[in-house]
């Protein structure tokens, strides 16, 4: 989830004055239309510590008119409050209908930081989360918008922001808990993953932000916070109660997938070796988890001609034919369309001790669905919390689920269209649609992007294949898969030599 | 809770087969209709062991066509089902888009059978609970209507139809569980109360049906279910996502209200006696609330000219001046018009140790509000739920709640309506609008029937109390209060000699 927010994005002095400038009357004039339509907002800053949430919040009251606005901060809590339900103070502070109220500290933290020290237990955290999962759809359903901002940094990120406070002489400006929360960075990021996730929903949606440099920080929170606006008040088909707050304009932008080393290679030799190698583990490790009643959900999903089909039969070719299955998705019947788009993956489901890969899969709705408009932008944004969902019950039952998206460059995937179409018995493959889907490429690595950050887990991550080398791809994705079979299975793992 | 479901309503034989002609065929009319309209409906009949929910599957199977309707029993597991996650034998039994699913048994058989017989802790319960309630919602926002029922039985009931049974020879209907689960009688009502209560929403409500006359079971319904699909057919303003499944025509019946025994009096003596000796214990008790930082809510609802106010004052009287408010709720300020309804009642959260009286309460949303459509269906639909969590943040926190509807016959209303207008320092307590709502006497009715049954909980139960004779009435309050400080402190009860 986090990798969405550590991709090194930034923005110079420069480029912030000009963008703040147009960013400032819009936001402006979005106010304005907020005090004539009646809408309530409630803006989110939450983040890891260090993030500069303080900042954020000083920034967001500079740019909108505090007249209509208020920023309300969840420090200790007041005798008054402590003698009342807990929800008492966040109840006395939402905004009415038509101004901003902008929370610096909110409901998440309590519980988030309880959790993160272990004060309280797994089953606590969860019900405070439900708590606020209906407390937030509450408040939508009459109404509100609730714009959620986690701001995040790595903890090299974190750990550097405060050097560079001390030895510029701020230290002042670190905040005393700063060093007793960043102690335990990998619990808070922990407990935030899951919180994230269990109150990411389509009403109610989380906007992941890199916060490493403060001007992309701000001026990404300005322009998110500005087009869910936006797409707030543009009037849509069902007035009421409303629809999702709406995408953000991405704009030219980094994503998740600019990460990808696709510079990776395998020399024919080390192929060999190492297929041969992750093949016969793989073989080894589907028998065991057949014996342990373990079922394997393999999801493939990339772009066109990145090599799935290639990857997907090694897999198979390893596996004895009784314990795989391959799934190949395409277009839903009329029995499917019936029905819930999950359904016909429910359908599917594998027995127990199963491997089976999904060829394409449910992530399609959030991928071509979203792109070619057969899910409206409503039922879009819910199904990543919808997806989470469905994934978790398979993770509970015991299933191991490994997400591959294969990553080719576009000059590589140009290579390997206008060579196909050479080829008399591959021409087949390459079609009209691929052509078009390749016009629409910043598209789907936007729509990437938001996947990986709203449906990589902890129990089921997103893991990036870098493709333009097909045999490097192969053997990664085999690799990953013996590695999640031998961690669940706890199993001994051969590496090659 | 259930006891709107213990009223002894009865359908005769010759009136049960007139209104079944008629009902029949406007459900295969709403069938063909749902049909059209290309609406999956998932209809759940669960309930209390003998309440005849075999029959009535058999029966709504012979009502409807069963071309376009499924019938599912949830039975012991399969291997198939075992090996797959829980879900899985749920999500392949929904119906497509026009036909109507019928479950017998459902995802909530085992988590409310699990919990009753302790082998599930409230925790885990919980989290099942949230976990339909996700479901649920994900199908209704897909456009799936849920039609849920709830068959009950009182103790006794259940008794009196398994002797029933045994005696005319048909003993072997009797299912071999009923023996097993009818000795847990008392844990599976708390339990169930429980998981209606969590999974009683807006777009997926309940409805509690009394099971012990089988024809006025079978009747209601069936005629549940079609005012239920014929809401959800109703063009709404709002197409998208579905509103709220729609009220049930109540026709002409009983309420909970009939069952109040309205010959309760007093003689001034006993009045006198008990009066003293209730306040003293509640002026007691009181002080050990506010040791024990125990606050308390005392909720008044009733019809006009009930007594309410001559109650409270004898309430307040009881209590120390430093201790007891009374919040009288009017119409709201444009202030708390720009909040979600809640907000007002959030505010106005006594501290610890305090008693508040509301005359007049939240519960204006699905009275008042309701009935004169300043609240649309599905805002007083979802009302219930929104209560139910906010009263149970209230008692999570310690406080008592305490909700009294003071109840008076037609006749005596009219009797002290026209006793006021005689009295000149009384006739400004009658206004026009006291006349309108008399007219609406059976409409009122029904809604404090359904708000009974949607939010009486063992932890924050309605008390009906008789006002015909405000003597008794006034005792009869105050007696209850001090019995609930009473359990809630642990503190002994003295009682009049």
Not at 151 to 176: F, I, M, N, Y
Not at 275 to 302: I, K
Not at 365 to 385: I, K, P, S
Request: proline residues 4%.
């Amino acid at each position: 989830m986090f990798e969405t927010a550590e991709l090194g994005r930034a923005v110079s002095k420069k480029d912030f004055e000009e963008q703040e400038r147009v960013l400032r009357t819009e936001l402006l004039q979005a106010q304005r239309d907020l005090i004539a339509a009646k809408i309530p907002v409630v803006v989110i800053v939450s983040g890891v510590e260090g993030a500069g949430k303080g900042s954020l919040v000083n920034r967001l009251s500079s740019w909108l008119d505090t007249r209509a606005m208020e920023v309300h901060v969840f420090w200790d809590s007041t005798d008054e409050e402590r003698e009342r339900p807990r929800w008492w103070r966040f109840w006395r502070t939402l905004p009415p209908r038509g101004r901003i109220g902008v929370l610096f500290g909110s409901w998440y933290t309590h519980p988030i930081v309880e959790r993160a020290f272990e004060r309280m237990d797994a089953g606590e955290f969860e019900h405070a989360m439900h708590r606020i999962k209906d407390f937030e759809r509450t408040l939508t359903l009459d109404g509100a918008l609730f714009v959620k901002f986690w701001a995040h940094l790595s903890k090299e990120a974190q750990h550097d922001r405060w050097v560079a406070d001390e030895a510029s002489g701020r230290k002042w400006e670190v905040s005393p808990l700063a060093e007793e929360y960043g102690s335990r960075y990998d619990a808070f990021l922990r407990t935030s993953e899951q919180a994230i996730r269990l109150t990411d929903t389509g009403t109610s949606p989380w906007y992941l932000v890199e916060a490493a440099n403060p001007r992309y920080r701000d001026l990404t929170v300005g322009r998110t916070l500005l087009a869910a606006i936006r797409a707030r008040l543009k009037p849509t088909v069902s007035p009421a109660p409303p629809t999702a707050p709406g995408v953000v304009d991405p704009g030219p932008t980094t994503t998740v997938l600019d990460r990808v080393d696709l510079g990776c290679s395998l020399t024919k030799n080390d192929y060999k070796d190492r297929l041969d190698h992750w093949q016969r583990e793989l073989n080894r490790l589907s028998w065991a988890a057949y014996r342990e009643r373990r079922s394997t959900v393999a999801v493939f999903e990339g772009w066109d001609a990145a090599g799935k089909g290639g990857a997907i039969r090694r897999v198979i070719a390893a596996v004895d034919a009784r314990l795989a299955r391959v799934i190949t998705i395409a277009a839903p019947s009329d029995e499917e369309r019936a029905q819930h788009y999950l359904w016909r993956f429910w359908r599917q489901i594998p027995r127990d001790g199963r491997l089976t890969i999904y060829d394409r899969s449910w992530y399609g709705r959030v991928l071509v669905e979203r792109l070619e408009g057969f899910a409206r932008q409503d039922e879009w944004m819910r199904a990543y919390n919808e997806i989470n969902t469905f994934e978790e019950q398979l993770v509970e039952h015991g299933t191991i689920v490994a997400k591959f998206w294969v990553h080719i460059s576009p000059e590589e995937q140009l290579r390997r269209f206008e060579e196909r179409q050479k080829i008399p018995w591959k021409m087949h493959k390459i079609t009209e649609e691929d052509w078009r889907n390749r016009d629409k490429w910043d598209d789907y690595a936007v729509a990437v992007n938001d996947m990986v950050q709203h449906t990589s887990t902890t129990a089921a991550p997103w893991v990036l294949v870098p493709g333009n080398d097909k045999r490097y791809a192969r053997v990664k994705i085999l690799e990953t898969l013996c590695r999640s079979l031998a961690t669940a299975l706890d199993e001994d793992l051969a590496l090659p030599e």
